[in-house]
């Protein structure tokens, strides 16, 4: 498949009167089309940064530095923003995470929804209204041509979710970042806006980046996936292969979360990881999972970490071998 986007060192760093939070660190993955690659871990750990950071839509303070962060090609670390402002919305769409803040209230959904594909493509108004009503179509929304003509509070919030995703679909992008599409949503709806998804990126060959803290959600439709915490990748994989074999304690930690189907019994206490995240502001050395992790040991204090590769794809960043870490996940022994 064509690498749609490479993403190498990334690092966002904003300064606070407290010192600098380090919210983005030594982050790295690829995305390749029509392939879903899924970012996952719990809340703050710096997932929808490193998508604004991508869309260089990050607050003015934050500072951005990246090895390499190519989209097809171009190097967007060095794109300035009239370049950006070209390819947002074009080659690179979002979905925000909340539809109803995302959108402008004073606008209909067809002024919203043309307003990309007009800047971006030589196209006239009406080819442009024609383009929408497709789109609204295609992702479910019905009597799509009477919709142009409502506003975002008229819409249910399944609706918004759609006209959104619709919205991204506009120019047909390369790339769409979803960042948790089916956050304030109902199980049912949730699958339904997850299965469009799924179906809207193999009709339009587009790649995609879901943003979740929800590994029910990537179990059923990444392919590949890289665990987040406290700023850093700490496991990247292929889906099969992460949810059956986990290497870092934190991505075994949440798993163990995750009743099992035929296997958790009624009333049976679930795994949890004690403690809390430590503050990513000022100097960070070291694992930052180890005052969280049972299996840690001096060292992991002592030195900075980083990604293993056991196979091409596969890493994890752990001191570990990776024998002692399947050990772990299965037996619950320490090293």
């Keep these: 498949m064509k690498q749609v986007l490479e993403v190498k060192n990334l690092h966002v760093d904003i300064p606070l009167a407290a010192g600098v939070l380090h919210a983005v660190r030594d982050v790295s993955f690829s995305v390749e089309r029509a392939q879903t690659f899924s970012l996952v871990g719990e809340s703050g750990c710096g997932k929808s940064l490193t998508a604004l950071a991508i869309m260089n839509l990050l607050p003015k303070r934050a500072l951005r530095s990246a090895e390499a962060l190519n989209f097809e090609g171009r190097d967007l670390s060095q794109a300035r923003e009239r370049k950006m402002s070209q390819i947002r919305g074009n080659k690179m769409s979002m979905i925000f995470q909340e539809p109803m803040t995302s959108l402008n209230p004073c606008y209909t959904i067809g002024n919203q929804l043309e307003e990309a594909v007009l800047r971006h493509k030589k196209v006239t108004r009406r080819e442009a209204r ?112 992460l949810f059956e074999n986990p290497l870092h304690p934190y991505t075994q930690g949440l798993l163990r979360c995750i009743p099992i189907p035929g296997q958790t019994k009624s009333g049976e206490h679930l795994g949890s990881i004690p403690g809390l995240v430590p503050t990513p502001i000022g100097e960070l050395t070291g694992c930052t999972f180890r005052n969280r992790c049972r299996y840690a040991f001096e060292d992991c204090a002592k030195q900075e970490i980083g990604l293993r590769e056991i196979s091409p794809g596969r890493t994890y960043r752990c001191l570990l071998s990776p024998e002692v870490c399947t050990q772990n996940a299965y037996t619950g022994t320490s090293s």
Excluded: N, W
């Design 130 to 241: 024609d383009r929408a009503v497709f789109l609204l179509d295609k992702v479910g929304i019905t009597a799509a041509e009477s919709r142009l003509k409502q506003y975002p509070h008229q819409l249910s919030g399944g609706l918004r979710q759609r006209m959104m995703i619709a919205m991204a679909l506009m120019c047909g992008p390369s790339l769409i970042i979803a960042d948790e599409p089916t956050t304030a949503l109902d199980v049912t709806i949730q699958a339904q806006i997850l299965a469009l998804l799924a179906s809207l990126q193999r009709e339009f060959d587009t790649g995609l980046i879901l943003i979740t803290h929800d590994l029910g959600i990537v179990a059923r439709v990444a392919d590949r996936v890289a665990v987040m915490y406290c700023g850093q990748v700490v496991e990247t994989g292929g889906i099969t292969e």
